[in-house]
């Protein structure tokens, strides 16, 4: 039997949803903003809206779960077990994965017998060696868990799977996938795989996001606690929710607002954001061994043609030559026919990838 699917994409502000048919077509899509709504309530409405629309009535529904801990390392059908060992993994992801959760437990009071799947953002990148995803700290913390992750799992797989069907022998050359939203990473790829990744144990590391800090040097952590007795609830909101784009322009965490802008911490905001993207490009390009494609995703990835063009132009010594005029046309290839690198733009879509993951598991 084909299934009709509903993913849900719920965070801390967000609940994105959709309608997939069997055949992989989305049929409707919808948000509700969270905190005037309980994620209880904002399931009921889902339905109701479901059913006043006409819409098939869905047979399974998948969830994107940002943290799959050392264990879960593909989707899974999640049953009551599953979900406290998932409940469990709070620890990694405090300020992800109960919002992740909610909706599981609300759909399942309101649906018993529904099967939901849980698929998760780590689990791409279960495929890296135990080496990349070290830390050099004591070994009894990597024991418990202390180790790299990485994140935006589903959009990567979904690249993957895109640039497969694009090209099919690019699977086999050295890509890396830079997934530019408000979180930005960007993952190494051989034979369609992770082997490395920008962001680490926390959805903290690596670039410079829209409100999160990326790379940064432990000690200010440290220094922060010691010299300023900021407490641990400051410094996380400092960390997540005040640095970024946002921090150090001092004016927008948005890309659009702040390309838009005139102002001196603007344009330094938009210039350490491309800096430190090559740099970190330049970490993967040593672990992959050179670099064959690059491919931009995700909000920034997908509609800023300066920001493609910079972050291509920093990588200019390896050959990359990016087609202006393609690139601002925003086509799927956008390099030039000398380019040593072939550029890529290609739009991400986790909600899909969530679906066919669902299927799968259900099949
Ligand atoms: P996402 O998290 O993938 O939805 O991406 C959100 C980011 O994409 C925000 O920083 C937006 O400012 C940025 N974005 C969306 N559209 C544009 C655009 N046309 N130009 C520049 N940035 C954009």
Redesign the pocket.
């Known amino acids: 039997m084909a299934h009709t699917i509903l993913t849900i994409n719920a965070g801390s502000s967000s609940l994105k949803f959709a309608l997939f048919a069997g055949n992989g077509e989305r049929l409707h899509k919808g948000a509700f903003e969270i905190g005037a709504l309980s994620h209880d309530d904002a399931m009921r409405e889902l339905l109701a809206q479901i059913t006043s629309l006409g819409l098939p009535a869905f047979t399974a529904a998948g969830h994107r779960v940002v943290h799959g801990g050392q264990h879960f390392t593909s989707p899974v059908r999640v049953n009551d077990d599953i979900l406290t060992a998932l409940e469990k993994l709070t620890p990694l992801a405090p300020l992800h994965q109960p919002h992740n959760l909610h909706p599981i437990t609300a759909l399942k009071k309101l649906m018993p017998n529904l099967p939901q799947v849980a698929c998760f953002d780590t689990a791409f990148h279960a495929t890296q060696s135990a080496t990349t995803r070290r830390y050099a700290l004591p070994r009894a913390l990597e024991a418990e868990g202390v180790k790299r992750y990485g994140f935006h799992g589903l959009s990567y797989e979904y690249i993957a799977q895109k640039l497969a069907q694009l090209d099919p022998a690019a699977a086999d050359r050295r890509v890396i996938v830079a ?5 930005a990473s960007l993952c190494a790829m051989r034979h369609g795989k992770s082997i490395d990744t920008t962001l680490g144990f926390s959805a903290l590391d690596g670039l410079v996001m ?1 409100t999160r800090c990326g790379t940064l040097d432990p000690e200010i952590v440290l220094y922060l606690q010691r010299e300023k007795g900021m407490s641990i609830e400051t410094i996380e909101d400092l960390l997540y929710r005040r640095s970024g ?1 946002l921090g150090v322009s001092g004016i ?8 838009a802008s005139e102002e001196t911490s603007a344009k330094e905001a938009v210039e350490l954001f491309v800096f430190r993207a090559v740099r970190e490009m330049g970490a993967l390009i040593a672990s992959l061994g050179g670099l064959d494609d690059l491919v931009f995703t ?10 493609r063009s910079q972050i291509s132009k920093g990588i200019g010594w390896l050959g990359a030559s990016i087609d202006e005029a393609a690139n601002l046309r925003a086509t799927t290839v956008i390099n030039t026919e000398e380019s040593a690198v072939n550029l890529w733009m290609i739009p ?1 879509d986790e909600e899909a990838m969530i679906a066919r993951h669902t299927a799968a598991v259900i099949a």
Do not use: C, K
């Open positions: 997934h530019l939203g408000n979180g829209g784009l927008s965490s948005d890309m659009r607002e702040l390309q995700a909000g920034i990835g997908e509609h800023s043609a300066t920001i991400t």
